[in-house]
C-alpha cells in the first residue's frame, strides 16, 4: 500500500517518526513534505497529500501539523477524500469500519509518539465494513456536488 504524508514544521517529528514506522512495515511513502522546522503553512503541503489519495497515486494519506485540525480541515476541502482528525485508539478503528476514511490526521502537539503509531497501526489495520454504511458514505460524499 503507498501512503502519502505532509506535514507543517509543528508536525515534522512526528511524521518522520511515523514514516519510519511505515517504511519498517513495508509501506511505501510518498513524502509531501514539509522537510525542515523553518515555519512554512500547511496547506501548501496537505492539499498535495490529499490530492495524491484522491487521484488514486497513494491508497491512504497521514498528515500531522500541531494539532491536526489545520491538516484535515484542508484535506477535507479536496474531493474525494475523507480524513479524520484523530486522537484516540477506539476512534481510529470506528473511522475505518464505519466511514472508509482514506486519510487521517494527527496532532504533534496533542498526542505522543507511542500513541501515534498505536493509532496508525490501527487506522491501516482495520478493514471498512460496508453494508448499511455505504448508504451513509454515499449521502455524505454527495454533498460535495
Known amino acids: 500500500m503507498k501512503i502519502s504524508m505532509g506535514c507543517d514544521h509543528g508536525g515534522l517529528e512526528?511524521?518522520?517518526?511515523?514514516?519510519?514506522?511505515?517504511?519498517?512495515?513495508?509501506?511505501?511513502?510518498?513524502?509531501f513534505g514539509t522537510y525542515s522546522k523553518e515555519s512554512c503553512d500547511y496547506p501548501d503541503f496537505a492539499r498535495p497529500a490529499a490530492e495524491a489519495v484522491a487521484?488514486?497515486?497513494?491508497?491512504?494519506?497521514?498528515l500531522v501539523c500541531t494539532?491536526?485540525?489545520?491538516?484535515?480541515?484542508?484535506?477535507?476541502?479536496v474531493k474525494g477524500v475523507r480524513c479524520?482528525?484523530?486522537?484516540?485508539?477506539?476512534?481510529a478503528k470506528m473511522t475505518r469500519q464505519h466511514n472508509d476514511t482514506n486519510m487521517m490526521a494527527l496532532g504533534?502537539?496533542?498526542?505522543?509518539?507511542?500513541?501515534?503509531?498505536?493509532?496508525?497501526?490501527?487506522?491501516?489495520?482495520?478493514?471498512y465494513e460496508g453494508g448499511r454504511h455505504?448508504?451513509?458514505?454515499d449521502k455524505m460524499m454527495a454533498i460535495e456536488g
Open 14 to 31: 512526528l511524521k518522520e517518526t511515523i514514516k519510519a514506522h511505515l517504511l519498517e512495515r513495508g509501506f511505501e511513502v510518498e513524502d
Open 84 to 91: 479524520a482528525l484523530l486522537s484516540d485508539l477506539m476512534s
Open 108 to 127: 504533534q502537539g496533542v498526542v505522543g509518539p507511542m500513541l501515534a503509531l498505536q493509532i496508525v497501526d490501527i487506522w491501516l489495520d482495520t478493514a
Open 55 to 62: 487521484s488514486g497515486a497513494c491508497e491512504r494519506g497521514i
Open 134 to 137: 455505504q448508504r451513509r458514505i
Open 67 to 77: 494539532t491536526g485540525i489545520g491538516v484535515s480541515i484542508t484535506a477535507n476541502k
